[in-house]
């Protein structure tokens, strides 16, 4: 289903880049970065103290597993009672079903919005939006304070349009922060290059969900965890065991990344997110055949979005027809 405020703009790829942040504005609500929460959401359902938290709400613990709850197990409980549980939703689904009302804050959503044409001709009644232009940078919301109107001619060409656009934004500042009262109850912490290497683990650890049966050295080399694993000599896709000592050191190097996917697993079930230092507290480790599930999951739920994103390109491609052809768009 496309979201309400679905806008009809010349490149269709950019609606699935956009579609999320597009649904944060149904209910005002505004998140800074929406991608980086659903590595989030991925971590946490990897995370094995997420899953012992709805199983604990359950009442399925044994008195074993009751016995070696770590001392800050409420904390996880919290967060599950506030995110979980995470069963069979997608991140879509997750995200704008609850979720994000602990991820975001309540404000206007900032968008780009067209203003109209500023032509009139005599084969035409298109005439400027004078209305709409003067209210758009009085609207309300920290998101929507200031704002900056560009006029250009469709008589240029488009490198030309697009050269004076990039030289205005040079000028502009960007980044707007919401004020301390607008925190939300998750913040995520800081990214700085972090992303790259989070990506990295979160592949890590999904790998060995796919392939549990496969050694250390092979799981690296399926997440091309470094240039040497990138380079790694394969048959139809399968890694081929070189030397003792190339398997020894591409083991040691999946397994420091693993441990890392587990430590950030672990933190996001407690609600800091990405942090991977050593909990003080004891982290659960991963068991195999449940990884295998989670990321099983999350296979078939990243299946199922893209099925959703190629039926609203189809929708929305029927909308660039219905409406005037792509090229005019």
């Known amino acids: 289903m496309l979201p309400p405020d679905l806008d009809i703009f010349e490149d269709e790829n950019a609606y699935v880049d956009r579609r999320q942040s597009a649904a944060l504005s149904v209910n005002d609500l505004w998140a800074?970065?929406?991608s980086l929460y659903r590595i989030w959401f991925e971590f946490l359902v990897c995370s094995p103290s997420f899953e012992t938290a709805g199983r604990s709400r359950l009442d399925?613990?044994?008195?074993?597993?009751?016995?070696?709850l770590p001392?800050?197990?409420?904390?996880?409980l919290?967060?599950?009672?506030?995110?979980?549980?995470?069963?069979?939703?997608?991140?879509?689904e997750w995200w704008d079903g609850w979720a994000k009302g602990y991820f975001a804050v309540e404000s206007s959503v900032p968008?780009?919005?067209?203003?109209?044409?500023?032509h009139l001709s005599y084969k035409s009644t298109y005439t400027s939006d004078y209305k709409r232009r003067q209210s758009f940078p009085k609207e309300s919301g920290w998101a929507r304070e200031t704002s900056k109107m560009l006029i250009f001619s469709t008589a240029l060409k488009r490198k030309d349009v697009m050269k004076?656009?990039?030289?205005?934004l040079l000028q502009l500042e960007f980044e707007q922060k919401p004020d301390d009262s607008r925190k939300p109850i998750y913040q995520l912490g800081k990214i700085g290059k972090m992303r790259p290497a989070l990506v990295k683990y979160l592949t890590a650890l999904k790998m060995r969900g796919r392939y549990p049966d496969e050694e250390l050295w092979s799981i690296g080399v399926r997440s091309e965890i470094n240039a040497a694993a990138k380079e790694w000599p394969r048959v139809d896709?399968?890694?081929?065991?070189?030397?003792?000592?190339?398997?020894q050191l591409m083991s040691i190097i999946t397994s420091r990344a693993l441990f890392r996917a587990r430590m950030i697993s672990e933190h996001a079930a407690r609600g800091r997110f990405p942090v991977h230092a050593k909990l003080d507290t004891a982290a659960k480790k991963f068991n195999l055949d449940d990884l295998s599930e989670k990321v099983r999951k999350?296979?078939?739920?990243?299946?199922?979005?893209?099925?959703?994103?190629q039926q609203n390109q189809n929708y929305l491609r029927e909308l660039m027809i219905l409406y005037g052809s792509e090229n005019d768009i």
């Open 32 to 34: 800074e970065d929406v």
């Open 237 to 247: 896709d399968v890694p081929q065991k070189l030397g003792p000592d190339e398997c």
């Open 60 to 68: 399925l613990l044994t008195d074993d597993e009751v016995v070696k």
């Open 78 to 92: 919290e967060l599950w009672d506030n995110l979980g549980p995470i069963v069979s939703a997608t991140f879509r």
């Open 298 to 309: 999350l296979d078939e739920w990243e299946v199922r979005e893209a099925l959703e994103d």
């Open 164 to 168: 004076s656009i990039k030289s205005q």
């Open 71 to 76: 001392s800050d197990f409420d904390v996880v």
């Open 111 to 118: 968008r780009v919005q067209l203003l109209g044409p500023t």
